[in-house]
C-alpha cells in the first residue's frame, strides 16, 4: 500500500473511516509533519521527499502546483484529490 500525507484540511472523518476500512493505512496528517501550515509547494517537495501521495480536497491550489512540478520534471509521487461535497461513506468507498 502506498503511504499518504493527508494535508491539513483534509477532512479527518473521513481519514478515520479509510483507517477502519483499511486498519494498515500509512497515512500522516499534515499536522504532524513540518510541513503543517506551510503552503502547497512546500507540501508536495516533503511529500515527495518522503515518497508519499498527497490526499486532499483542494482541487484548485494543490493540483496546480502538482502539474507545476510534472511540467517542471520534479518528482511527484502523486495526488488523490477528494471532493469536498462527496459523502464520507462514499469517499470511503463504503
Known sequence: MVPLLADENFNHRVLRGLRRR???????????????????????DWAALHSRVVLTHDVNTMTKYAYERLAAGQPL?????VPKELPIGAAIGS
Open 22 to 44: 483499511l486498519p494498515t493505512l500509512d497515512c500522516l496528517p499534515a499536522q504532524e509533519t513540518e510541513v503543517y501550515q506551510r503552503e502547497d509547494p512546500e507540501v508536495l
Open 77 to 81: 509521487p502523486g495526488v488523490i484529490v
